[in-house]
């Protein structure tokens, strides 16, 4: 029988006892006994500061072991996480925090380089609803400003040991996070799944391939999520790594032919995957499927999904692991309908069998190294520079990141990509979003609707 919901600070409170080597980030190695103590002072540092059941709690989320304490910590108090990416920039990571506080509450900002400290709190000491919100995560849409995401506890609790089941992960597996702190994926598999299963984590806070295959090497991973991206890089690099028996891809560029080189590359099993924010990692294939059913589909429902096709071959998603809502709730109102079903907005298809195939996308979005970037945003930075008299962005297909950020502009010939990068930079954008390829033109082409033609620019930008 399946354990029934319980808050997130049970269920990570276990792993103390069990996992004598349960978190490596550079030079530092923590049990769980030692991940344990240090949660203990940053809750009590955080009740001293003021901080109560349900109050947010937002930092800027470095790939490091004080973002996993920082968000155990706020689990231990009932306070809500919202880690926001590590590469924002100030004004973005302020604007973010700021809007956290008109729609989900009191909000404390925390440096995660200098913990707050205090006399421990112990597990159990907080009455902490299962029910309850847990972790608010932003996602770039298709245009407007970034959503603010809610899951709870029972959510987050329920996806970690689901995908211990799916990838059939046992204590003796080592997983390597290299993926933001600020998205479902890099919590999950740093913190959540590790809890699930008592298994060691190793972090690298900010990719380097080398580093990443010694790492891999030194702590005999075994497992690996992320983007195409790493998987690229590291096959470029002279080690064999063959300790890697599983990796699970998702995003831009998770091709079949993507999946058999890897595979072929490092003796591990390729497998697609098919997420996001609001839905974390709803198909895959599972543990003893066919192999090459794992390269050609992005998977098959996990076990409690439904996935069905929708209006325009739209996917819509059901599932216990889906969020709450979002902290705006026209937002959510407008993504799941009264029936529970999420809209992706994600076109797709799904086979007899049930194996999903994602075949595009409703909504203009560009994939870059598994971070999402809205071409809207990109486009209201530069026509905001006083050169730039008219913009269009795009996604330019690209084999190491799946896409990179492609700008068609009627501009000053001052305007170049250098002045393009000093421009973001000093507009505090995050890196990940900055232009990647200037191309002039004279007019943007239109569609009749007086939208940008978006195969048309794909032809001026020359790529397909």
């Given at each position: 029988?399946?354990e029934?919901?319980a808050?997130?600070?049970?269920?990570?409170?276990?792993t103390?006892a069990?996992?004598?080597?349960?978190?490596v980030?550079?030079?530092?190695?923590?049990?769980?006994?030692d991940?344990?103590?240090?949660?203990?002072?940053?809750?009590?540092?955080?009740?001293?500061a003021g901080?109560d059941?349900g109050?947010?709690?937002?930092w800027?989320a470095?790939?490091?072991?004080?973002?996993?304490?920082?968000?155990?910590?706020?689990?231990?108090?009932?306070?809500?996480?919202?880690?926001l990416?590590?590469r924002?920039?100030?004004?973005?990571a302020?604007?973010?925090?700021?809007?956290l506080?008109?729609?989900a509450?009191?909000?404390?900002?925390?440096?995660?380089?200098?913990?707050?400290?205090?006399?421990?709190?112990?597990?159990?000491?907080?009455p902490?609803?299962?029910?309850?919100r847990a972790?608010?995560?932003?996602?770039?849409?298709?245009?407007?400003?970034?959503?603010?995401?809610?899951?709870?506890?029972?959510?987050?609790?329920?996806?970690?040991?689901?995908?211990?089941d799916i990838?059939?992960?046992t204590?003796?597996?080592?997983?390597?996070?290299?993926t933001?702190l600020?998205?479902?994926?890099?919590?999950?598999?740093?913190?959540l799944?590790?809890?699930?299963t008592?298994?060691?984590a190793?972090?690298?806070n900010r990719?380097?391939?080398?580093?990443?295959a010694e790492?891999?090497?030194?702590?005999?991973?075994?497992?690996?999520?992320?983007p195409p991206?790493?998987?690229?890089?590291?096959?470029?690099?002279?080690?064999a790594?063959?300790?890697?028996?599983l990796?699970?891809?998702?995003?831009?560029?998770?091709?079949?032919?993507?999946?058999?080189?890897?595979?072929?590359?490092f003796?591990?099993?390729?497998?697609?995957t098919?997420?996001?924010?609001?839905?974390?990692?709803?198909?895959t294939?599972?543990?003893?499927?066919?192999?090459?059913?794992?390269?050609?589909?992005?998977?098959?429902?996990v076990?409690?999904?439904?996935?069905?096709?929708?209006?325009?071959?739209?996917?819509?998603?059901?599932?216990?692991?889906?969020?709450?809502?979002?902290?705006?709730?026209?937002?959510?109102?407008?993504a799941?309908?009264?029936?529970?079903?999420?809209?992706?907005?994600?076109?797709?298809?799904?086979?007899?069998d049930?194996?999903l195939?994602?075949t595009?996308?409703l909504?203009?979005?560009?994939?870059?190294?598994?971070?999402?970037?809205?071409?809207?945003?990109?486009?209201a930075?530069?026509?905001?520079?006083?050169?730039?008299?008219?913009?269009?962005?795009?996604?330019?297909?690209?084999?190491?990141?799946?896409?990179r950020?492609?700008?068609?502009?009627?501009?000053?010939?001052?305007f170049?990509?250098a002045e393009?990068?000093?421009?973001?930079?000093?507009?505090?954008?995050a890196?990940?979003?900055?232009?990647e390829?200037?191309?002039?033109v004279?007019?943007?082409p239109?569609?009749?609707?007086?939208?940008?033609?978006?195969?048309a620019?794909?032809?001026?930008m020359h790529?397909?």
């Amino acid at each position: 029988m399946a354990e029934p919901p319980a808050s997130l600070d049970r269920l990570l409170s276990r792993t103390a006892a069990l996992t004598p080597d349960l978190l490596v980030d550079g030079s530092v190695r923590m049990s769980g006994r030692d991940v344990e103590r240090a949660t203990q002072r940053c809750a009590g540092g955080l009740t001293e500061a003021g901080v109560d059941v349900g109050d947010v709690v937002a930092w800027r989320a470095t790939i490091s072991w004080q973002t996993i304490v920082l968000l155990r910590a706020c689990w231990r108090i009932g306070a809500v996480a919202a880690p926001l990416h590590q590469r924002l920039g100030e004004a973005e990571a302020a604007q973010l925090a700021a809007g956290l506080a008109h729609t989900a509450g009191p909000v404390t900002l925390v440096d995660v380089d200098a913990l707050p400290d205090g006399g421990p709190v112990l597990s159990g000491t907080r009455p902490v609803p299962a029910t309850g919100r847990a972790l608010i995560l932003h996602t770039a849409g298709s245009s407007g400003p970034p959503k603010a995401v809610i899951h709870t506890h029972a959510a987050l609790t329920h996806k970690a040991r689901q995908m211990v089941d799916i990838h059939a992960l046992t204590p003796d597996d080592v997983v390597f996070v290299p993926t933001p702190l600020a998205h479902i994926s890099g919590i999950l598999y740093a913190l959540l799944v590790p809890a699930a299963t008592p298994m060691r984590a190793v972090l690298i806070n900010r990719w380097d391939a080398a580093l990443g295959a010694e790492l891999i090497e030194a702590e005999r991973v075994t497992f690996m999520v992320g983007p195409p991206t790493f998987f690229n890089d590291l096959a470029g690099t002279e080690r064999a790594l063959s300790s890697l028996r599983l990796i699970s891809c998702g995003g831009a560029g998770v091709t079949a032919a993507f999946c058999e080189a890897t595979a072929e590359r490092f003796g591990a099993v390729v497998k697609r995957t098919y997420g996001s924010t609001e839905a974390p990692s709803v198909a895959t294939a599972w543990a003893g499927d066919p192999i090459e059913r794992g390269w050609n589909f992005d998977g098959r429902a996990v076990a409690g999904v439904e996935l069905r096709i929708g209006d325009a071959d739209e996917l819509l998603v059901r599932g216990p692991e889906l969020f709450s809502g979002y902290t705006d709730g026209a937002a959510t109102a407008a993504a799941v309908d009264e029936d529970g079903w999420f809209h992706t907005g994600d076109r797709a298809s799904i086979d007899a069998d049930g194996w999903l195939t994602i075949t595009g996308r409703l909504k203009e979005l560009i994939i870059r190294g598994g971070e999402n970037v809205s071409p809207a945003d990109v486009e209201a930075q530069l026509l905001a520079h006083p050169s730039v008299r008219a913009a269009s962005v795009i996604g330019v297909p690209d084999g190491r990141l799946g896409e990179r950020v492609g700008a068609l502009v009627v501009a000053d010939a001052s305007f170049d990509l250098a002045e393009c990068r000093r421009w973001f930079s000093e507009r505090g954008v995050a890196r990940y979003q900055w232009p990647e390829r200037i191309e002039h033109v004279d007019a943007i082409p239109l569609l009749a609707s007086g939208k940008p033609d978006r195969l048309a620019v794909a032809e001026l930008m020359h790529t397909d």
